[in-house]
């Protein structure tokens, strides 16, 4: 890490660990007659300022006493109700960095100043108030970089999913140990994944058809071979492609153990952009702060979810009224890992995310648990310490969702059948984790694990929707076995993964579609049987499939 972010760190660890002793003295017990400077700014300026301060997100400063007490009784309510600080982890499910868990004690306190009149305090008693490098929560970064024009995101509609190209013409490799990603239109704004082009041809796309970006999720310029460390981005390969992600509600962090991405030399950035409209028309031209390390990390961060890819192949369909649906997996680790970090996404009706080890012992040690989800607040959360898995170990994770009337954030009224999908009125759901396996020699079999844990889940929906079929179910299960197998085998590989000549199938019957020869495909263009995949190949969602769109489908 470079220098200069060395000694923003060490000022920043002083000053919280200040705080923290002052957080400790202040409230080994609630005062029936607190006072601001002695008993409320401790609590506030350790768990509040940090966001409540200009040019961050929170609606609001904290920063003095008139800013506390002017918010007096909303702080006591939210407070109280656990609604903020926002920190959703259950306590004894994992440890983690920057815990913002209030105590009871902290909370009778907030309370009881409140009722008691707000006093100020003894001016001489008031700690020092924080002070941050920058608005940058992790500091001012080594590098700010930020998409080249403004996107127009529609007022109403459905979800649209786009890419931007940030150029970056870096002249030599540089290893990204943090990022911090600064949406300028929070609201419709839903997640930010970071990929790598090295091609040079997600910059030849964007803007192309005259708006800012290209239609689509797709990582441009993968490699046509895997590697070792997961260079074809290869979702079923395990590790994590580009840079990582954001989403609402996230906390940017510095990754633990020396950890680090390598950004080469000559490629750009792109940007996954998933939107979700606000009601109002919102430009939205995100900025992103790098922070860099001078050292070659020594181990391999890789990523793994129960359910994996979100419970895209879990079979997630929920039934109209149901309040607790519950979706489960597995994974075991052939090798001894450390987990270093988890997180959990879910929709709008998800409702709980729980994860356990069982070690080959039998000894079961909790890893996770939100018991209370919120769409607009998905962080992801770095273990205080990692936590070694030996091999042998079982993860499992389980996600549940409230489909039912009596659930606020369910957005059909009545409740409809919910299944997957990349709308934000379908669901998904897992839980993810990031982890690094003890010794990098283990980390082909690790990585290969982690492939084969998606075959077997597609194997085992499978076995579930056919098993209860008569007839020819059980030809069925066979050849779809078969083709599970092709697909782990050639996955690793970074081959044709769905086997045969399947852009030259999928491309003769969207041929036969184009009824008019414009090249595209209309809306009154789609008939019944095609409608289903023909929304996955419209990545904008504008109900028609363009010419680019149809490009990315035939790989030209």
Same mark, same amino acid.
């Given at each position: ?167 970056? =013409?870096? /002249?030599? *490799?540089?290893?990204?140990? #943090? !990022?911090? +990603?600064? %949406? ?109 390390? =001078?050292? /070659?990390? *020594?181990?391999?961060?890789? #990523? !793994?979810? +129960?359910? %994996? ?121 897992? +839980? ?125």
């Amino acid at each position: 890490m470079t220098k200069k972010r060395t000694n923003k760190l060490i000022r920043t660890g002083l000053a919280l660990a200040g705080f923290a002793a002052l957080q400790t003295s202040a409230t080994a017990a609630a005062k029936a007659k607190p006072t601001f400077t002695e008993d409320i700014a401790p609590i506030i300026y350790n768990n509040c300022t940090e966001c409540h301060r200009d040019g961050q997100a929170a609606p609001f400063t904290l920063k003095n006493y008139n800013d506390v007490k002017k918010r007096a009784r909303l702080i006591t309510k939210v407070t109280g109700d656990r609604f903020m600080p926002p920190w959703h982890p259950v306590e004894g499910h994992g440890k983690f960095v920057d815990e913002r868990r209030l105590t009871t004690d902290e909370l009778a306190t907030l309370k009881n100043w409140h009722a008691t009149g707000m006093a100020e305090g003894p001016a001489d008693k008031l700690p020092e108030p924080p002070k941050f490098a920058s608005d940058w929560l992790l500091g001012e970064p080594d590098l700010i970089v930020k998409m080249p024009k403004a996107y127009t995101m529609r007022a109403d509609g459905s979800d649209i999913y786009r890419s931007f190209c940030i150029p970056m =013409d870096l /002249k030599e *490799d540089k290893w990204v140990a #943090g !990022f911090e +990603v600064r %949406p300028s239109a929070r609201a419709v704004l839903h997640h930010v994944i970071i990929r790598i082009d090295q091609t040079g041809e997600a910059r030849k796309a964007d803007g192309k058809r005259g708006t800012p970006g290209f239609s689509g999720m797709r990582g441009i310029g993968r490699s046509s071979r895997g590697s070792r460390r997961g260079g074809s981005n290869d979702v079923f390969s395990g590790s994590l492609g580009g840079l990582g992600g954001w989403a609402v509600g996230g906390t940017p962090r510095i990754l633990p153990l020396g950890l680090a991405r390598k950004l080469p030399a000559g490629a750009d950035l792109v940007l996954n952009s998933h939107f979700h409209p606000s009601g109002k028309e919102e430009n939205e031209q995100t900025t992103i702060g790098l922070y860099f390390t =001078d050292k /070659k990390p *020594d181990r391999t961060l890789i #990523g !793994f979810q +129960v359910p %994996p890819i979100f419970g895209s192949i879990s079979g997630l369909d929920i039934p109209a009224g149901d309040s607790n649906y519950e979706l489960k997996s597995s994974f075991t680790t052939p090798v001894d890992i450390d987990l270093v970090g988890v997180g959990a996404h879910m929709h709008y009706i998800g409702h709980t995310a729980k994860a356990h080890a069982t070690l080959p012992d039998g000894t079961v040690k909790p890893l996770f648990y939100i018991d209370d989800w919120d769409f607009n607040w998905q962080g992801r959360y770095t273990y205080d310490k990692p936590i070694r898995l030996p091999a042998g170990t079982t993860v499992e994770g389980t996600v549940s969702f409230d489909n039912s009337a009596t659930n606020p954030h369910n957005q059909f009224n009545p409740p409809r059948r919910i299944r997957w999908g990349l709308e934000s009125t379908d669901e998904m759901g897992s +839980v993810i984790f990031s982890a690094v396996p003890a010794r990098e020699a283990d980390l082909d079999e690790f990585n290969a694990a982690v492939r084969d844990h998606v075959v077997d889940e597609a194997r085992l929906m499978a076995e579930r929707r056919f098993g209860e079929r008569a007839g020819g179910s059980r030809s069925r299960r066979g050849d779809l076995g078969g083709r599970l197998e092709q697909f782990r085998n050639r996955s690793s590989g970074g081959g044709n993964r769905l086997g045969g000549d399947w852009r030259g199938r999928l491309g003769t019957r969207l041929k036969e579609l184009d009824k008019n020869n414009n090249g595209e495909i209309e809306p009154d263009e789609v008939d019944d049987r095609s409608r289903r995949y023909i929304r996955f190949i419209d990545t904008n969602k504008d109900g028609r499939v363009s010419k680019e769109e149809l490009s990315q489908i035939s790989g030209r």
